[in-house]
């Protein structure tokens, strides 16, 4: 599937930001989809997860709370909402895509990456 991330910005700590990984072609409600980030010099780390079959989130503990993963069907779209947002989010942010039906699957289909950028 082809996922193409958008909405990454530069944004003032404390502020909110909306990404979102969409798909032109195949439908994203038959994906697990996660999203992930890697900023300069460090690992990419999974910020959150939704599952295909009922929808089931997870989050590390990192982020609980300030990130929401959601779905809009009818757009083919994931979102990432983040909240609260510190000069340490900043990264290349990426959506992923696996046909496995829960979280915790190896993904096999990746977006390009959309940054955001937290500064004061």
């Known amino acids: 599937v082809l996922l193409v991330e958008s909405g990454g910005v530069l944004v003032q700590p404390g502020d909110s930001l909306r990404l979102s990984c969409a798909s032109s072609g195949e439908p994203l409600d038959d994906y697990t989809i996660g999203w992930f980030r890697q900023a300069p010099g460090k690992e990419r780390e999974e910020m959150a997860c939704?599952?295909?079959?009922?929808?089931?989130?997870y989050y590390p503990d990192s982020v609980e709370g300030r990130f929401t993963i959601s779905r809009d069907f009818a757009k083919n779209t994931v979102y990432l909402q983040m909240n609260s947002l510190k000069p340490e989010d900043t990264a290349l942010y990426y959506c992923?895509?696996?046909?496995?039906?829960?979280?915790?699957?190896?993904?096999?289909?990746w977006g390009q990456g959309t940054q955001v950028t937290v500064s004061s």
């Open positions: 992923a895509a696996v046909g496995d039906p829960d979280c915790g699957a190896e993904y096999t289909d």
């Open positions: 939704i599952s295909q079959t009922d929808g089931s989130t």
